[in-house]
């Protein structure tokens, strides 16, 4: 299995453009999680999805980010418009729920984000 | 307060050393234990998952729960440079649910 991808690795964009993070999770998956990091907050976890659909964006910043998730396969991350403190590092992740230990999260390399 | 505080570090031990990485916990809901190891620049890869309280041991490493005390705990055994990396505590109350991270603490192994 290939695991799970993002593209893009690394994005530099400058401030007010409309910024779109992308993921593949791994085949089968059904739960999907996309985390930021910065080195003052940790990772925090921005908005998760079950079987496609949104279950908790209580994460998500502001009205500015939204994400979808069209199918099982793909998802994406968007900013609009996007602002210099969104700078980070944006990891998805996905897990299979049903099986015992499988609560494990398995990550992307992550997409590097700066906005300047 | 966090949920979950973890001392960032960094930790330096020399090659050998056993090394202890913990956390502390706010909320008794939480079931499901994780550590996590992240090198730079690449996304965190699971290393120890545990259930509920006791121990666990994989190798080198052993992952312990101490719901009473709201802590957990990493050891690694015979540190190797190859450890040098950012470890992260995460748990949840639930399978498939929200996981909450620690902010992560740097170790360095020296050779």
């Given at each position: 299995?290939?695991?799970?991808?993002?593209?893009?690795?690394?994005?530099?964009?400058?401030?007010?453009?409309?910024?779109?993070?992308?993921?593949?999770?791994?085949?089968?998956?059904?739960?999907?999680?996309?985390?930021?990091?910065?080195?003052?907050?940790?990772?925090?976890?921005?908005?998760?999805?079950?079987?496609?659909?949104?279950?908790?964006?209580?994460?998500?910043?502001?009205?500015?980010?939204?994400?979808?998730?069209?199918?099982?396969?793909?998802?994406?991350?968007?900013?609009?418009?996007?602002?210099?403190?969104?700078?980070?590092?944006?990891?998805?992740?996905?897990?299979?729920?049903?099986?015992?230990?499988?609560?494990?999260?398995?990550?992307?390399?992550?997409?590097?984000?700066?906005?300047? | 307060q966090k949920e979950v505080e973890q001392d960032p570090?960094?930790?330096?031990?020399?090659?050998?050393?056993?090394?202890s990485l913990n956390c502390t916990y706010s909320n008794s809901?939480f079931?499901?234990f994780?550590w996590?190891?992240?090198?730079?620049?690449?996304?965190?890869?699971?290393?120890?998952?545990?259930?509920?309280?006791?121990?666990?041991?994989?190798?080198?490493?052993?992952?312990q729960v101490d719901k009473s005390s709201k802590y957990i705990s990493l050891?690694?055994?015979?540190?190797?440079?190859?450890?040098?990396?950012?470890y992260l505590c995460a748990m949840?109350?639930?399978?498939?649910?929200?996981?909450i991270f620690g902010t992560g603490t740097?170790?360095?192994?020296?050779?």
């Open positions: 299995d290939a695991g799970v991808i993002q593209s893009p690795r690394h994005e530099v964009t400058e401030m007010g453009q409309e910024v779109t993070l992308r993921c593949k999770p791994i085949s089968g998956h059904d739960y999907l999680f996309w985390y930021r990091q910065t080195m003052m907050r940790g990772l925090e976890l921005l908005i998760y999805f079950n079987n496609n659909v949104p279950i908790d964006d209580s994460g998500m910043p502001e009205d500015r980010f939204s994400a979808k998730m069209p199918n099982a396969s793909f998802s994406t991350l968007k900013i609009q418009p996007s602002e210099p403190r969104d700078s980070a590092v944006y990891f998805c992740a996905s897990s299979l729920s049903g099986v015992e230990g499988n609560e494990k999260l398995f990550f992307g390399s992550g997409t590097q984000l700066s906005v300047l | 570090g960094p930790l330096s031990v020399p090659e050998g050393a056993i090394v809901a079931q499901y994780m996590y190891r992240q090198y730079s620049r690449k996304g965190p890869e699971l290393l120890m998952y545990t259930y509920s309280s006791g121990n666990k041991e994989d190798g080198r490493f052993t992952a050891f690694i055994r015979d540190s190797q440079p190859s450890d040098s990396a950012t949840s109350p639930l399978s498939g649910y929200k996981y740097r170790l360095k192994v020296l050779a």
